[in-house]
Every structure is written in C-alpha cells, then in structure tokens.
C-alpha cells in the first residue's frame, strides 16, 4: 500500500521500538498527510485509519493485535463512532511495520499489551475517524457549492440540511482524499455517543467459525520448507557440538543449521520429518553454571531477600518500624508465588524468507514493530528491506508481545537458506521449557494493630525478580523496578487501595537465570494474594469482618470502595450464604481499572473446592464494548483460577521440569464457576479490561478457602497442598 519506503537506521529502530515495548511514552503526532494513499484494490484512505471504497464499504486500518481480546472490534467502534459511518460495513485490516515506518510511525505503538489496546489509543482513533468525517463532509459540500457547516453524516449517508439533498461516503472519497485534513478535531462529547458503550457483535467472529481464519502455524506458502528446533535447556547455556550426518539421510531432511550459539534445527519437507530427525540427532550441550540451580536455591535466595537490609523503597509514610515495635498485636506472614508459563495453544512460530537484498517474516505478534526490530537484527539488513505481515495469533498472554526469540531464529535458519520461506514451528516441549516466565517472588508482610483492632503499621517486604532488568533494564529508575510494585504504588494505574498511618512497601530485587516476562496481568497477580490475603489475617486478628476491616481503610479511596461494596452487596455480605457455602472478598486497581470480586465456594472432604460463583466488578471509566468487557472478565478467571489451583513450573538441574500440559495442567470447563459481571464504568478516565481481573480471583477464592476450612494457604499452587479444583 505504500509507494515508496524510506531508509531508516536500523540500530536506531531496535533500539526505538524496544523502549516503546517498555511503556514508554510515545510523543506521538498525527500526521493526516494531504496525499493521497491507495489501498491494494486501489480505494483512497481518507487518513491512515480509513479507507473508503466506491460501494460505502469502511476499512479500518488498526495496528494493535487482535488475540481474542476483542480490541480490533472495540477500536474499530470507536473511528466509526467519530467517523458516522455504516457498522453493517465495515471491515478491519492490519498495517505492516514497514509500512508504518515509511510513514514515520502514524500508527503509533503497535505493542498490543497490558491493557493498553484501546486505552492508550482511543483518541487518536477517534480523531482520526473524526477528521475523515469532517474530509467527506467538506468534500460533499464543495460538490455542492455549499457550506460544510450546513451538512451532515449519519450512517455513512451526508445531507445538505436546507436542501435534503444526500450523498454517500464512497461517492465523495476519492475528492475527501484529496483535501488539507483539518487542523483542528473535536471529539464528541460521551453523553452523545451511539456506537461506543454498545454490545456489538465482535467483527472477527465468522472466520473462527467457518475455520477459514488462518493463524502463524497454518501459513503455507510456495516452496515452504519447515524447521523443528531445540535450544539448549539449560538458560544459558550453548551447543557444544552435534552430529549432521547421523539425520541429513533421514526422508525429507534437507538441511541441519545451527541457530546462535545454543540453538539446532532441522529443515525438512514437512514438520513432522524435521521433528522426527531432530530428536534423532546427537546433540552435546554446554550447560554452563546454571546447571546447578534447582528450585530450592532460588526459593533461598528470595528467603534471603525477605530480612536484607538494602530494599527499593516504593510506597512510604509514617513511621512503619516504630509503628510496628510500639503495636498491641503484631502480625506477620510470609507467601510465595512460582514460576508459571503462558501455555499458548499455538506455540511459537514464525515463517521466514531471506535473501541478500530483502527480508519477510510472517507472525503471530502482539507487537509488529518488536517483530520488526528481531528482523532488522538478525537478518542484519536496513529498514527499507525488510517487512513484516502480522498473522492472527492463537494466544499471547504476554509471551508475544516483548519477546520475539522465535523470529530471530526464524531469520538466522532462513540466513543458511536464501531464497526459501522456512516455518518454524516449535514443539509444545520447546515452548514449555523455553517460555518468558511469570516471575517468582515471596513476600513478607508485617501489620501492627492497636488495643482497639486498628491498623497503624504496614510493611510488606517483596522479594524476587524483575522483569524490567531483565528485558529493558534502561528503564530501571535508580535501579528500581516500578512494575514490581503493581497494585501498592502511592498513586496512578495501580493504586494502593488503603490509607494506612504507617506504611512501607519495598522491593529486595533477587533475579535468577529463568527469564522473566510479562504473563497475563504481570506482577499484580501475586502482589494482590500477598495484599489481599494479609487484610483478611489482618482482620481476623483484629477480630472484625473483613468487608468492615477494610472499608476503614478504604475511606479515602471512593472507587476501590465502590466496587468492593458493588460485589459485597450483589453477594449479600453480612447475609447468611446457602449452607455449605462460604464467602471471600479482593479489591485492587490494575491497569487504570479498579476491580473488585467476591467468591463463594463449597469444601468437601478438606480439599475438594467447588467455586460456585464469583461477582466480579470493574470500573474502567469507559465501557466501550460490555459483553466484550463480560467475555475478559470470564476469560481473567479461567486464567486466573488455573493459576492458583494448577500451574507452576519448577527448576532441576538448571532447567524447567515441565515440559508438556501432563504436567503443568488447567481447569476444565465443568469446573468454570458461575460469574457474575458488574460493569460501572464512571467515565472520566479509560481503564484497561484484558487483565486487571484476573488478580482478585486468587485472593477472593483464597479468603473463601479460609472461610470454609481455617486454613491459610501462603504458596502455590494449591496442588501442592492436596487441593483439588472440581
């Protein structure tokens, strides 16, 4: 779709794009370029987010990734919203990289991560389809020889008012591309909002259906050779040597590569042959030092973290040691929480063609722009000739947004073979042992209460890794990792939720050799069991309700109160539940949302759990699309329940011990507990809806756990301790 690509330096785009995956802000500009730019089928784009063609159709361009959250819908409602356009018409497509680049990035960020899709786009989006349809309104108008001010759009449709004369979009596109886009854009105001707010059906829902959508793995291309892979399974480690000869005779093997210093592949026909030569061929690993980690010594090393003496200060006030000594009862508890995989259903993969003038690569991303990067620095050529097609996903979670491992292996195995598309699938067993890990962490939490139950000291103490030094260790701030702290900071999208005389939350940074990464909902999945489960002790301690215990300290929060009242008043806190059932409570604020839950459970027997129903409620300021909003919110507890009850990976002998989902298992859909979804969307501010919930399924359903048995679960997951999820 573009002309014309500029050259771009490349070490100044890897570089760019791995800041931006950071979070980083982007100073972005809008740039509604007075030339006309031509889709493939030769329809004018009005600007870079709409395209127009003769028969009214409507194509959204949107460059964040669709992965079953629902984002291309939700964006793709709110140009249209601006743009007044036909929804029965309208399509969604998405930008390349390249592209993108040769436009000096109008698309802005691609990273399609924590929560970010619509909140930190919607307005440009909506400006974009504002500004398109103030260009076919003053199109239609100079046709008439009339002012734009006495015009009109309302379903694709523009009217003169005095005459009621009308006109389409696809009538006036081709002269709507041709206008100076206008400088200034109003957006409407909420209360007049027609489409944003609505439950409309997703638009990429056929394609699952009838089976023709095609994901990373089903790609087939002309000439497509397919390549298995194994990297050593130690972190850290190399290949020390292999023998080519004992496979390259094996049916359909046509070449043995070794990928960067710890990688093999075999390149065959089919998958399947390259994966049966590739087990069959001798490889000797260099494990390195990491060989001797284990599970235990990174537990010690974090035990170590709980009681040092240098910690990253990042929520303080008052006196907390002081506090704490001078308290009538002290309390004190010390959590775990482990290693977990993403577990997509589709594993990595990435199709790759190389030749000495021009790199392509098709993927499954939620981030084009970083799968860019990874191509520019392993194919080691310029912007200008390289692209990437993004290709629909089969789960992300995180895995696929800041790390794209797999397309530089891709590339540096299509590098041996130019000319060639190479796939390479991993195996279910690479992927479960070479993922970007949920990090592990302990925490030691410390509460002082006074004669009359009150809580004047808070210290919790976090101890264990950190994604950010591990993947934009730039982005530290004075060595400290501020995503550690999810859900406690002193104030912004993840909001300590109490007011307490006396507080310290700090952070003993301990990194082990299993990479990090941002797995669904980040850090604020353990922070919120260490935090909710400790008020529920807190109050026990201080012999008072814990709904009561914590609206206390809630007083000067009034949304995290809202929604924790909104579930507590839907369940009927303070009410008798129905026998055998048993009621636990979690409030944080995640992503700019506030997120609220109430779990009732049944026990049979001490360890049989039966969740029977769980009331979740968010605030996300705006709801754009509630029965999608719904959907994430049922999705958060599948996740988020399989967490707790099921999945952890462990380390021996420097590797991870999981290697397929007979051992690292998830909840079954009989065991999908009822959910029930308040949506309360105060408006004002845009709250992500992809993860913040998952973080109240644990502690809600860990407090109810409590409630039932008496017993206070600290590590997980729950398997360990005999509990099973029916």
Same mark, same amino acid.
């Given at each position: 779709?573009?002309?014309?690509?500029?050259?771009?330096?490349?070490?100044?785009?890897?570089?760019?794009?791995?800041?931006?995956?950071?979070?980083?802000?982007?100073?972005?500009?809008?740039?509604?370029?007075?030339?006309?730019?031509?889709?493939?089928?030769?329809?004018?784009?009005?600007?870079?987010?709409?395209?127009?063609?003769?028969?009214?159709?409507?194509?959204?361009?949107?460059?964040?990734?669709?992965?079953?959250? $629902?984002?291309?819908?939700?964006?793709?409602?709110?140009?249209?919203?601006?743009?007044?356009?036909?929804?029965?018409?309208?399509?969604?497509?998405?930008?390349?990289? $390249?592209?993108?680049?040769?436009?000096?990035?109008?698309?802005?960020?691609?990273?399609?991560?924590?929560?970010?899709?619509?909140?930190?786009?919607?307005?440009?989006?909506?400006?974009?389809?504002?500004?398109?349809?103030?260009?076919?309104?003053?199109?239609?108008?100079?046709?008439?020889?009339?002012?734009?001010?006495?015009?009109?759009?309302?379903?694709?449709?523009?009217?003169?008012?005095?005459?009621?004369?009308?006109?389409?979009?696809?009538?006036?596109?081709?002269?709507?591309?041709?206008?100076?886009?206008?400088?200034?854009?109003?957006?409407?105001?909420?209360?007049?909002?027609?489409?944003?707010?609505?439950?409309?059906?997703?638009?990429?829902?056929?394609?699952?259906?009838?089976?023709?959508?095609?994901?990373?793995?089903?790609?087939?291309?002309?000439?497509?050779?397919?390549?298995?892979?194994?990297?050593?399974?130690?972190?850290? $480690?190399?290949?020390?040597?292999?023998?080519?000869?004992?496979?390259?005779?094996?049916?359909?093997?046509?070449?043995?590569?070794?990928?960067?210093?710890?990688?093999?592949?075999?390149?065959?026909?089919?998958?399947?042959?390259? /994966?049966?030569?590739?087990?069959?061929?001798?490889?000797?690993?260099?494990?390195?030092?990491?060989?001797?980690?284990?599970?235990?010594?990174?537990? *010690?090393?974090? /035990?170590? $973290?709980?009681?040092?003496?240098?910690?990253?200060?990042?929520?303080?006030?008052?006196?907390?040691?002081?506090?704490?000594?001078?308290?009538?009862?002290?309390?004190?508890?010390?959590?775990?929480?482990?290693?977990?995989?993403?577990?997509?259903?589709?594993?990595?993969?990435?199709?790759?063609?190389?030749?000495?003038?021009?790199?392509?690569?098709?993927?499954?991303?939620?981030?084009?722009?970083?799968?860019?990067?990874?191509?520019?620095?392993?194919?080691?050529?310029?912007?200008?000739?390289?692209?990437?097609?993004?290709?629909?996903?089969?789960?992300?979670?995180?895995?696929?947004?800041?790390?794209?491992?797999?397309?530089?292996?891709?590339?540096?195995?299509?590098?041996?073979?130019?000319?060639?598309?190479?796939?390479?699938?991993?195996?279910?067993?690479?992927?479960?042992?070479?993922?970007?890990?949920?990090?592990?962490?302990?925490?030691?939490?410390?509460?002082?209460?006074?004669?009359?139950?009150?809580?004047?000291?808070?210290?919790?103490?976090?101890?264990?890794?950190?994604?950010?030094?591990?993947?934009?260790?730039?982005?530290?701030?004075?060595?400290?990792?501020?995503?550690?702290?999810?859900?406690? *900071?002193?104030?912004?999208?993840?909001?300590?939720?109490?007011?307490?005389?006396?507080?310290?939350?700090?952070? =003993?940074?301990?990194?082990?050799?299993?990479?990090?990464?941002?797995?669904?909902?980040?850090?604020?999945?353990?922070?919120?069991?260490?935090?909710?489960?400790?008020?529920?002790?807190?109050?026990?301690?201080?012999?008072?309700?814990?709904?009561?215990?914590?609206? /206390?300290?809630?007083?000067?929060?009034?949304?995290?109160?809202?929604?924790?009242?909104?579930? =507590?008043?839907?369940?009927?806190?303070?009410?008798?539940?129905? /026998?055998?059932?048993?009621?636990?409570?979690?409030?944080?604020?995640?992503?700019?949302?506030?997120? =609220?839950?109430?779990?009732?459970?049944?026990?049979?027997?001490?360890?049989?759990?039966?969740?029977?129903?769980?009331?979740?409620?968010?605030?996300?300021?705006?709801?754009?699309?509630?029965?999608?909003?719904?959907?994430?919110?049922?999705?958060?507890?599948?996740?988020?329940?399989?967490?707790?009850?099921?999945?952890?990976?462990?380390?021996?002998?420097?590797?991870?011990?999981?290697?397929?989902?007979?051992?690292?298992?998830?909840?079954?859909?009989?065991?999908?507990?009822?959910?029930?979804?308040?949506?309360?969307?105060?408006?004002?501010?845009?709250?992500?809806?992809?993860?913040?919930?998952?973080?109240?399924?644990?502690?809600?359903?860990?407090?109810?756990?409590?409630?039932?048995?008496?017993?206070?679960?600290?590590?997980?997951?729950?398997?360990?301790?005999?509990?099973?999820?029916?």
């Amino acid at each position: 779709m573009i002309t014309k690509t500029p050259k771009i330096d490349r070490r100044s785009f890897v570089i760019g794009t791995g800041a931006v995956g950071a979070g980083l802000a982007l100073g972005l500009k809008i740039p509604f370029s007075a030339s006309v730019v031509r889709a493939q089928d030769g329809s004018p784009e009005i600007n870079a987010w709409v395209v127009i063609r003769p028969d009214d159709t409507v194509v959204i361009r949107v460059a964040r990734s669709e992965m079953g959250q $629902g984002t291309i819908t939700g964006l793709a409602q709110m140009v249209c919203e601006e743009l007044e356009c036909d929804w029965s018409k309208v399509t969604t497509e998405y930008p390349t990289p $390249g592209q993108s680049v040769a436009r000096k990035r109008v698309w802005g960020d691609f990273s399609t991560g924590g929560s970010r899709g619509i909140r930190t786009s919607q307005e440009y989006v909506r400006k974009g389809g504002a500004a398109a349809r103030m260009m076919l309104i003053q199109a239609a108008a100079n046709g008439w020889g009339v002012p734009a001010a006495e015009c009109s759009a309302a379903n694709s449709v523009i009217t003169h008012k005095p005459t009621g004369r009308t006109t389409t979009y696809g009538k006036v596109a081709e002269a709507a591309a041709k206008l100076t886009p206008p400088a200034e854009v109003a957006l409407k105001d909420p209360k007049d909002w027609k489409l944003i707010g609505k439950s409309v059906k997703r638009l990429d829902t056929m394609g699952k259906v009838d089976g023709s959508q095609v994901y990373g793995f089903d790609l087939k291309l002309p000439g497509m050779l397919n390549a298995a892979i194994k990297d050593c399974p130690v972190f850290g $480690g190399k290949v020390k040597s292999f023998e080519a000869a004992r496979v390259t005779g094996m049916p359909g093997v046509r070449h043995v590569v070794r990928v960067g210093d710890s990688g093999v592949a075999v390149v065959a026909d089919t998958w399947w042959r390259a /994966k049966t030569a590739l087990d069959a061929l001798p490889i000797v690993w260099d494990e390195g030092p990491n060989a001797q980690v284990s599970s235990a010594t990174i537990a *010690d090393m974090l /035990k170590a $973290g709980l009681d040092a003496d240098q910690a990253f200060v990042r929520n303080q006030n008052g006196d907390v040691k002081a506090a704490i000594t001078g308290a009538a009862k002290k309390v004190e508890a010390v959590y775990a929480y482990p290693f977990q995989n993403h577990a997509t259903m589709e594993p990595m993969n990435a199709t790759a063609k190389y030749t000495p003038d021009r790199c392509e690569v098709w993927v499954p991303t939620q981030n084009g722009e970083a799968a860019f990067a990874a191509t520019l620095a392993a194919s080691g050529l310029p912007a200008d000739k390289c692209e990437v097609y993004k290709i629909n996903l089969g789960g992300g979670f995180g895995r696929r947004g800041a790390f794209h491992d797999y397309v530089t292996q891709a590339v540096l195995i299509a590098k041996q073979i130019p000319g060639t598309p190479v796939k390479l699938l991993w195996s279910r067993e690479e992927d479960m042992t070479h993922g970007k890990y949920h990090p592990v962490m302990q925490a030691k939490l410390t509460g002082g209460l006074d004669a009359a139950g009150n809580l004047t000291g808070l210290h919790c103490r976090l101890s264990g890794q950190s994604i950010i030094a591990a993947v934009f260790p730039q982005n530290l701030q004075e060595g400290r990792d501020n995503l550690a702290f999810q859900g406690l *900071d002193p104030s912004g999208d993840f909001a300590f939720g109490y007011t307490v005389p006396n507080l310290l939350i700090d952070h =003993a940074m301990r990194n082990t050799h299993v990479p990090p990464g941002f797995w669904r909902g980040v850090n604020i999945n353990q922070n919120a069991i260490f935090m909710e489960c400790f008020m529920d002790e807190l109050a026990q301690a201080a012999g008072r309700d814990p709904l009561e215990f914590r609206r /206390k300290l809630m007083a000067k929060h009034p949304k995290h109160l809202a929604v924790l009242n909104a579930v =507590a008043g839907r369940a009927g806190w303070g009410k008798p539940a129905p /026998k055998g059932v048993y009621r636990g409570l979690a409030q944080m604020m995640a992503f700019g949302s506030y997120v =609220a839950a109430c779990a009732e459970i049944s026990v049979t027997g001490g360890n049989r759990v039966k969740v029977q129903r769980i009331i979740c409620a968010t605030d996300p300021g705006y709801a754009v699309n509630p029965a999608q909003i719904e959907r994430q919110i049922s999705g958060s507890f599948v996740y988020g329940l399989s967490a707790l009850f099921m999945e952890e990976c462990t380390v021996k002998a420097g590797r991870i011990e999981q290697t397929n989902f007979s051992s690292y298992d998830s909840m079954r859909i009989a065991q999908m507990p009822k959910v029930e979804s308040i949506i309360m969307p105060s408006g004002g501010f845009w709250g992500g809806v992809g993860e913040p919930t998952i973080c109240v399924a644990a502690p809600a359903v860990l407090n109810a756990f409590f409630a039932a048995t008496g017993r206070r679960i600290r590590t997980f997951p729950l398997k360990n301790h005999g509990i099973q999820m029916v």
